[in-house]
């Protein structure tokens, strides 16, 4: 069968696709985007989650054909989502009268980050603010859970910009990791919701 | 296999009619898990992502009427007053990307004795409204689980909503598994406290062939309240009645031993959740009747 | 220098996506920052957050077919027939292959024997075990194509322990052995056996004034890492093969593919694909030789990913154990002396049981100065799942019997388990039961002291004013208690593991190390076949290269079998090996550098010919900090490269029947404090903190050491209270093979870890370093069963503990 979709704000047709395959394989195998990980395939682990029309579900469980027509975020474009959704919230305050932030902007402080880091980023396309505080506070071992850990836990800042632990564990608690204890997990997403809150 | 892809209940349900071997897939946390690891490999997929309704809730006089589909998610944010021993039950579901994309109709239609929802259903009383284009009918919750993963529906019949009761009173619902999330029921009870018909019903799930309730620890529970007029005086319950009532939630099971626990642990386990539910509704029954004596 | 490609078709056919995309810089801007001892960050970590580094799963090549294996749905059985015929005649199957189709006479594989066959041959000796392999164009077209085969099996009984293995009737698991264990072994189905006694154990008993015996229990842990097992093998034009996989040990996998494939290793090129972690689970092969084969077969690119069901079968796991121990102790809280016997399955096949036998006996007693020891451990053949590497192997199922015995004896005498502990600590200096005298700091009772000390996290943390936060109580989110039935529990425990290999295997590293200007900088390049599994060994190596040649730039070439072996990612040992190959490299290649500028300024300035000059910031100068030279000027347009072998210090074998010699290189201690509250009515079991302290010789990345530390205690965790294969005792089969019901600890089961580490330097290792990834993982298990223990009064001899244990049901 076919399947229509927008995946990261493009147009995308998959063709031939069996009426057996997830969301994953389509999106792993068939459009060149392997960013979104396949782990378990039974909902268990979250390494393929993926935001569709803006809810993370497990790509795994979903069957293709059951997008079309729907809207996929994955962790290629993750950074773009986050730079839209930067533009959009300030747009927000304008409009809503609010005088504009009067901090470093969220570019800025990105742009400091990169400045304090020895890591690559920022070179070619800029990283969403989860993506460069998971490089930053050693939350990457072998990386394989972290995709699905950056999707679940933008989506998880998008609505709550000042989790407690126990907000940012429940939030990613469908997510397995097994190299990292966590420990950095929990300093990466405290140290993007600061930023955050640093750049509003 | 084929992917039938309805865009309205009516075509589901005349697809439903033309292949009732046809599997529904709404989440798919189930159906997908089955086909991904070769378990099943169904003629038919038929997709009910498309039929809108199938998402919505209504909050009625007497009771809610809850979409299949309806994401546990939802659920927990918004139908906490309304249907508390569910929303409780929603949240101990799996995970949040599962709870974004399952709801009570699959936990129904699957009627694994492990279905979260299960409990919490019997608990409240519900009815499972069941369509097919022979013409709709309201399942008793109490009927709708016929066997290990059978349930009451005719081959040609599709889960709409749920009709659960609203909540006269309170409800707790608690799930014993070996992780602290993200974990399949070893054993669960759901009790509700029904005080305008001063009565209290039970679930219990993974601890029998079927989802059930406890019904002589109900019919025990209801007339030693009863008796001593508890309704009325609001007193704690003795510790031998919480006790006897445990046991006999206890004893309604008819557990197995399995990998994620044995028999004996899940009688146990019921017994617990029994004794402590019950203080922590009946807690809040009577700080509830405390705040509208206070009120009046 | 072409940019990082994503893991997708490039209009070449050509196989792309790498773990490191091209191979991956590290600049510095300036001076020489970034240098070892600094956190530098991951140079895959922008590639790793963004989707686009390359996991073994993530290749694709034009073209290519999908293999599948067929796994025996049985443990013990005579093959009577096979037929492939249906499943060949499926559209869209390229290929079935069968033991019969085997292309040589070498058609087992191992990593010390070889005992394990590619195909099973007439019989199969555990459930899941491979008996043909399918390549189709689509996954589900090999799937169908798989059930097609039809095997006709005659079940045979059932060996699932020591006294059905050992029994004088006991069928052997493998016939005919030839390998070099059987001459010491009782028994065929024993695999090794190492007794190691020194002093006189029974004499020393008798002065004992307590003495406690215990019999443990230690379930089958899985690694569980997260990217299953997967591979891309490429047929190449010379009739050779190219596989892009994920392993530990790059080298070792090509020893025992070439024979089997009937090709010289040089016709067998090896490169190494992005690695989701693996912990042990990728040191044995899993699907290599199949996807060669099929490869070649089919000549066609053939692509093999497990899914999480196969990946449960597809390799070892730790030894499951049984050990029985006694411990005397006087009055004074002095050991007199410790008997032990650890009983490891082994499963069907050998893969490491022997060394996990030689890590079990000759650590049997811990981090402990005892004279009079009498220790034996083996490891048995059965029909369960074959059992080899995995994080801490034998030391992690030992120390989790010793520390319950420590508990147990200063019970015993009325004494702090910290303290009694202390007592009989080790120290630089002390012999272990092998006779080898430890010749390096081991701070053992330091360590418990700093654990100790950490301040304790406050009680009742799940009380608030909205009433009880289940998520920070025992059942979590299934709302099992508001308080009732917790109580708290403290819990202390302390392990020794060895570093690198031992017992006389020549564990050595190579490292090319390349020197050139490019751009008007000059550039250091390292190239090593070390497989960065997720430890942090890319970022280490590009650290060590800006310490020793004074660069800003390092280019980490990918790992492949074009440069020598580095030996395995594994018992700790790729800092300390690796590290030391790369180390060693660099320093070749700056005497190179200094002869080049002796050459070239020498009669310049007189400081070339008599001072030791050193390289920094891009420039050579005196060690008074004195410019001689940049390193532009130095090297021209000359390139400067070194391929040279490390080695650690020799070790010796032990004795097979006194089990003395000097087995091991080096040694890494830590200790663990657990706080857990359990809900003593249900038996669930919530961790509230798990302190680690951890002495690490010098921490070349603090940032990764604590990253590691923090993942190994977390392991560690999970074995204590959730992590079990579970296999019938009758049928031998895997109950439990999937994510639902073997279970590791989600982010809500995982505490707060916080790590002190502690820096005394070994000075027989590079820059003072310890191998530090396994310790932690031993010490935190049986650090939590102390803390249970603690809460409930309970002996709990097993682990990990279930509910039921603690419930009494």
């Known amino acids: 069968m076919r399947v229509n979709f927008t995946v990261n704000g493009r147009p995308q047709e998959a063709d031939d696709v069996w009426e057996g395959e997830s969301l994953l394989y389509v999106l792993r195998e068939r459009l060149g985007l392997p960013g979104s990980k396949n782990a378990c395939e039974q909902g268990e682990c979250g390494s393929c989650t993926v935001r569709l029309d803006g809810v993370p579900v497990c790509s795994c469980l979903v069957a293709a054909g059951q997008v079309e027509g729907r809207d996929v975020v994955t962790v290629e474009g993750l950074a773009d989502h986050a730079r839209q959704r930067a533009v959009r919230d300030r747009c927000k305050t304008v409009s809503h009268g609010a005088p504009a932030a009067s901090g470093p902007s969220l570019d800025e402080a990105r742009v400091r980050q990169a400045e304090g880091s020895d890591s690559q980023a920022g070179e070619g396309g800029e990283l969403a603010p989860i993506q460069q505080a998971f490089i930053d506070a050693g939350a990457v071992q072998c990386g394989f859970c972290t995709p699905g850990l950056l999707v679940a836990a933008d989506e998880m800042l998008e609505h709550n910009p000042t989790p407690t632990d126990a907000d940012i564990r429940e939030a990613l608690s469908g997510n397995l990791c097994r190299c990292t204890g966590y420990e950095k997990i929990m300093d990466a997403v405290r140290l993007a919701a600061a930023r955050q809150g640093e750049a509003v | 296999m084929d992917f039938l892809r309805p865009a309205s209940w009516e075509e589901a349900l005349a697809a439903k009619a033309e292949h009732p071997t046809a599997v529904p897939i709404a989440g798919g946390t189930d159906v997908m898990v089955e086909i991904n690891f070769d378990h099943r490999r169904p003629e038919y997929l038929l997709d009910l992502n498309r039929v809108g309704d199938l998402y919505e809730w209504e909050v009625g006089e007497e009771a809610v009427r809850l979409g299949a589909s309806v994401p546990y998610s939802r659920i927990m944010e918004n139908l906490r007053a309304e249907l508390p021993g569910l929303a409780l039950a929603s949240h101990t579901v799996a995970s949040p990307q599962i709870r974004n994309r399952g709801g009570v109709g699959g936990n129904l239609g699957t009627a694994s004795p492990a279905g979260d929802a299960h409990p919490a259903l019997l608990a409240a009383g519900a009815e499972v409204e069941a369509e097919s284009v022979r013409g709709s009918r309201r399942i008793p919750i109490d009927a709708f689980y016929t066997g290990v993963k059978r349930n009451a529906l005719a081959p040609d019949e599709l889960i709409r909503a749920v009709h659960v009761k609203k909540a006269d009173g309170p409800q707790q619902y608690s799930k014993v598994g070996t992780r602290n999330a993200m974990v399949i029921a070893v054993c669960a009870f759901g009790l509700a406290l029904h005080p305008e018909t001063r009565t209290v019903r039970t679930g219990i799930g993974s601890a029998a062939p079927t989802p059930v309730r406890a019904r002589t620890a109900e019919e025990f529970l209801d007339a030693a309240l009863e008796e001593d007029g508890f309704w009325d005086n609001g007193k704690v319950i003795t510790p031998s009645v919480a006790k006897q009532f445990a046991d006999l939630c206890a004893a309604a099971c008819n557990p197995i031993d399995d990998v994620r626990g044995t028999a004996s642990y899940r009688r146990h386990a019921v017994g617990v959740m029994a004794r402590r539910t019950l203080s922590w509704t009946w807690e809040s029954y009577r700080g509830a009747r405390r705040a509208s004596k206070g009120a009046a | ?809």
């Open chain 3, 1 to 809: 220098m072409p940019s990082p490609t994503r893991g997708f078709p490039r209009a070449d056919g050509a196989p792309v996506g790498h773990p490191l995309g091209a191979p991956v810089k590290v600049t510095q801007d300036s001076r020489t920052r970034g240098g070892i001892g600094e956190s530098t960050l991951r140079p895959d970590g922008t590639l790793k957050v963004t989707g686009e580094f390359a996991y073994a799963s993530d290749l694709w090549h034009e073209d290519m077919l999908w293999g599948q294996i067929l796994r025996s749905p049985v443990a013990h059985a005579e093959i009577v027939s096979l037929d492939t015929s249906e499943a060949l005649a499926t559209p869209g199957v390229h290929a079935v292959m069968t033991y019969d189709d085997l292309p040589t006479d070498v058609r087992t594989y191992g990593l010390e024997i070889q005992d394990t066959p590619v195909l099973a041959h007439g019989r199969v000796r555990h459930h899941g075990e491979p008996v043909a392999v399918v390549a189709a164009d689509h996954p589900e077209t090999a799937r169908r194509a798989a059930a097609k085969i039809k095997v006709e099996y005659r079940e045979l009984p059932v060996i699932t322990d020591e006294a059905s293995a050992t029994a004088p009737d006991a069928i052997l698991i493998h016939e005919n052995r030839d390998d070099h264990h059987i001459g010491h072994v009782p028994h065929p189905n024993i695999v090794h056996r190492q007794p190691i006694v020194r002093g006189d154990a029974d004499e020393a008993a008798r002065r004992a004034d307590v003495v406690v015996r215990g019999e443990y229990t230690f379930g089958m842990q899985d690694q569980a890492f997260l990217g299953p097992e997967s591979g891309l093998a490429v047929p190449e034009e010379d009739g050779g093969v190219h596989l892009y996989i994920a392993t530990q040990w790059l080298h070792a996998d090509l020893r025992q593919i070439a024979p089997v494939l009937g090709l010289p290793e040089s016709k067998v090129r090896m490169t190494l694909a992005g690695v989701g972690g693996a912990f042990g689970g990728r040191e044995d092969l899993s699907m290599q030789i199949h996807a060669c084969l099929l490869a070649l077969r089919t000549g066609k690119p053939v692509k093999i990913v497990y899914n999480r069901f196969e990946s449960f079968f597809g390799h070892v796991h730790r030894h499951p154990a049984k050990l029985y121990y006694e411990h005397g102790a006087t009055r004074d809280g002095r050991l007199t002396h410790v008997k032990c016997r650890i009983v490891l399955d082994g499963g069907a096949y050998a893969s490491t049981s022997a060394a996990v036998v030689g890590n079990a006996s000759s650590l049997g007693i811990g981090p402990y100065a005892v004279d009079d020891v009498d220790i034996e451990a083996v490891a048995l053949y059965t029909n369960n799942p074959p059992c080899g590497a995995m994080r801490g192997f034998g030391a992690v199922q030992a120390c989790f019997a010793y520390e319950a015995q420590m508990d147990k004896v200063a019970k015993e005498l009325g004494l702090d388990p910290v303290e009694f502990r202390q007592r009989n600590a080790m120290e630089q200096g002390a012999l272990l039961p092998t006779g080898q005298r430890v010749d390096s700091p081991a701070p053992v009772a330091e360590l418990l002291r700093r654990v100790k000390a950490m301040p304790l996290p406050p009680e009742r943390q799940w009380e608030s004013s909205e009433g009880a936060d289940v998520r920070q109580l025992p059942g979590g989110l299934s709302n099992t208690t508001h308080g009732e039935g917790v109580v708290r529990g403290i819990g202390y425990a302390v392990g020794i593991k060895n570093v690198g290999f031992s017992e006389g295997f020549d564990d050595y590293s190579t490292a090319k190390v390349r020197m050139e200007v490019i751009a008007g900088e000059p550039v250091a390049t390292v190239h090593t076949a070390m497989a960065e599994v997720g430890q942090g060994g890319v970022t280490v190596h590009a650290q060590i290269a800006r310490t020793e040649l004074g660069v800003a730039q390092v280019t980490i070439h990918p790992a492949d079998t074009r440069v020598g072996s580095a030996g395995s990612t594994s018992a700790s040992r790729q800092t300390y090996v690796t590290g030391g190959a790369v180390k060693n490299s660099c320093e070749l290649v700056r005497e190179k550098v200094l002869e080049i500028g002796r050459r070239r300024f020498g009669a310049h300035h007189p400081a070339w010919a008599t001072a030791e000059l050193l390289l920094e910031d891009g420039k050579v100068v005196t060690d008074g900090g004195e410019v001689l030279a940049g390193l532009v000027d130095v090297l021209g347009d000359e390139a400067v490269e070194v391929e040279a072998q490390w080695r650690h210090r020799p070790t010796e074998p032990f004795d097979l029947r006194t089990g003395q010699g000097d087995g091991h290189v080096q040694y890494s201690f830590a200790a663990h404090r657990a706080v857990v509250e359990v809900d003593t009515e249900l038996g669930l079991v919530k961790v509230i903190e798990l302190a680690c302290a951890q002495d690490v010789g010098k921490a070349l990345n603090p940032l990764s050491v604590i990253g590691q530390i923090q993942g190994g205690t977390t392991q560690g965790l999970g074995m204590a209270v959730m992590e079990e294969i579970i296999v019938d005792p009758k049928t031998a089969k895997v109950r439990n093979p999937s994510f639902t019901d073997y279970l590791i600890p989600t982010i809500l089961d995982t505490p707060t870890i916080p790590v002190d580490v502690l820096e005394l330097a070994d000075d027989h290792a590079p820059y003072g370093l310890r191998g530090i990834g396994e310790a932690p993982t031993l010490s935190s298990t049986p650090a939590v069963l102390a803390a249970i223990r603690n809460a409930t009064g309970l002996e709990l001899d097993r682990t990990p503990v279930r509910p039921e244990h603690l419930t009494g049901t």
